[in-house]
């Protein structure tokens, strides 16, 4: 009888260093069967803003819907439109609620935005108040919104097909 080749019995009972750690998916499901569903619906209540209707957040609610199917079946699809639903929160965090809410639609904001910055008679101050704001609030929804879900979809695209 043979005696027991001990370095195969080690190299098999010994985990391997370059074996990958399998990937966490609690925030995609998360994401996927709360997160998505939940903006699609608060979408679909906001398009009902009586005594006028949202037209421009239906596309938004339509995105939510098809990216949580994508996401679920794990499409290609799915994930690459995922990246367009972070960059419509991203944006939406960009810009306070004072400005968001007194115009009708997104048409009005922009048009109504772009007429008053304009109008403004611009000094070295008000530049200055205007962008301390801007760069904070893009720091902290950079740091807080987009860092953590650019790394956590981008080490997750292997899980879609």
Known sequence: MEPPDEAAATESTMPHAAE?????TAWLRFW????LPAGGALGFLATLDLPRFRYEII????????VAVGIHRRKLWGWQ???????VIYIAFLVPIPIRDPFASLV???????IQLRSIDWTRDSLGDLALPVVLRLAFVSAVWFWP????????????N
């Open 59 to 66: 596309p938004i609610v339509m995105l939510c819907i098809a």
């Open 108 to 114: 009005g904001l922009v048009t109504q935005g772009g």
């Open 149 to 160: 879900n650019w790394v956590y979809w981008k080490r997750r695209e292997k899980l879609f």
């Open 81 to 87: 439109l995922n990246w367009l639903v972070i960059a």
């Open 20 to 24: 990958p750690r399998a990937l966490g």
């Open 32 to 35: 996927n069967y709360v997160g």
